[in-house]
């Protein structure tokens, strides 16, 4: 099947600095990129949609300004966390949705970055 | 909001067939049932999907019933590795946006 990366895998960073993880559909190009959040014990969260060449759409509640994200080309996607803060300590998951034949399309994810915000 | 009800969680015999249940009455004519698994502090994996038919592959049988109001995910025999958090999510032929409930946290043991 299709391999979605992440990197990196986990990150520990202080409090006010800015991180960024990067998100990659290995051998296929992806339409359309999503990006979650998970907190212990709780389901994923989807923080925002990323298109190739456009600006993100973002869900109620996740501050744009905050995590920003970029889809440069059709396999990455780049979310920054700016100025993090110990509350935004989380797994941060990404997924890529490429199309398959007869007209579906297919998700994949990434296996995850686990941000712990001191 | 998601639009599935499962189970809080479930467990299982090694070996045994485990059936995990989803109600979603409110499903819509062109929405697919899909299932993913998470293992702990990794992505979820895809699993299986089915629209009306009853569906097979390596990992999983799906079946829906006929009404299309619920479904049931079997894994034929379960090993120790299955043991992980089931979702069930509805969503189009082009995906969009996955709405992910709280899911199934199977339990599979000795």
């Known amino acids: 099947g299709a391999v979605v990366s992440q990197h990196p895998s986990r990150v520990i960073c202080k409090s006010g600095t800015s991180v960024k993880i990067e998100c990659r559909s290995l051998d296929f190009q992806a339409t359309t990129m999503f990006w979650y959040r998970q907190f212990p014990k709780q389901s994923l969260m989807l923080m925002a949609t990323?298109?190739?060449?456009?600006?993100?759409?973002?869900e109620q509640g996740v501050e744009k300004d905050k995590f920003l994200i970029n889809h440069a080309s059709l396999t990455l996607s780049t979310l920054t966390v700016t100025s993090a803060h110990p509350e935004d300590s989380s797994f941060y998951i990404c997924?890529?949705?490429?199309?398959?034949?007869?007209?579906?399309?297919?998700?994949?994810f990434g296996p995850g970055t686990r941000l712990t915000v001191l | 909001d998601a639009k599935t009800t499962q189970p809080t969680s479930m467990d299982c015999a090694e070996g045994r067939a485990a059936n995990l249940p989803c109600n979603h009455s409110?499903?819509?004519?062109?929405?697919?049932v899909y299932w993913y698994r998470q293992i702990h502090s990794q992505g979820p994996q895809y699993i299986i999907h089915?629209?009306?038919n009853n569906e097979t592959n390596e990992m999983a049988s799906l079946i829906i019933t006929e009404d299309r109001k619920s479904s049931t995910l079997i894994l034929p025999h379960a090993t120790l590795r299955d043991t992980a958090v089931y979702y069930c999510?509805?969503?189009?032929?082009?995906?969009?946006?996955?709405?992910f409930g709280q899911g199934t946290i199977l339990t599979v043991h000795p």
């Open positions: 997924s890529a949705e490429t199309f398959l034949g007869g007209g579906q399309n297919e998700q994949f």
């Open positions: 999510i509805l969503g189009g032929t082009s995906y969009g946006k996955l709405t």
């Open positions: 990323s298109n190739e060449g456009s600006k993100a759409t973002y």
């Open positions: 409110t499903i819509s004519g062109n929405e697919y």
């Open positions: 089915g629209l009306k």
